[in-house]
């Protein structure tokens, strides 16, 4: 098993930055694949960014293509999410994932074994 918990959401302003993260315990080596998701009120959850450290390899949805990146620290088992130029519709609840290697559906959140419980991102216009 392996234990996801993100933190360091809250409230910016538009156009400012926030850094995500992830802590992982358990079988962490276990998870190549690592990834961050959102969920805005009445809406499903959306795929942000993925990254396979075997790979190398590291993916983003369109909206947050060059505002946003993903990282990982094995040494500490951290994941982060660097968001920059936020806007008022990247608020959402962040939630951090993680599954054995990356595939082609990197994108689906079923796909994802593990889950945190996830934390709030509010952006003010």
Known sequence: QVQLVESGGGLVQA??????S???SGRTFSTDAVAWFRQAPGKERDFVAAL???AG???YADSVKGRFTISRDNAKNMVYLQMNSLKPED???YYCAA???INVSYKIPNQYDYWGQGTQVTVSS
Do not use: D, E
Request: net charge positive.
């Open 22 to 24: 992830c802590a992982a």
């Open 57 to 59: 390899s590291a993916f």
């Open 52 to 54: 396979s450290w075997l």
């Open 15 to 20: 156009g400012g930055s926030l850094k995500l």
């Open 99 to 101: 599954r054995p290697t």
């Open 91 to 93: 608020t959402a609840v």
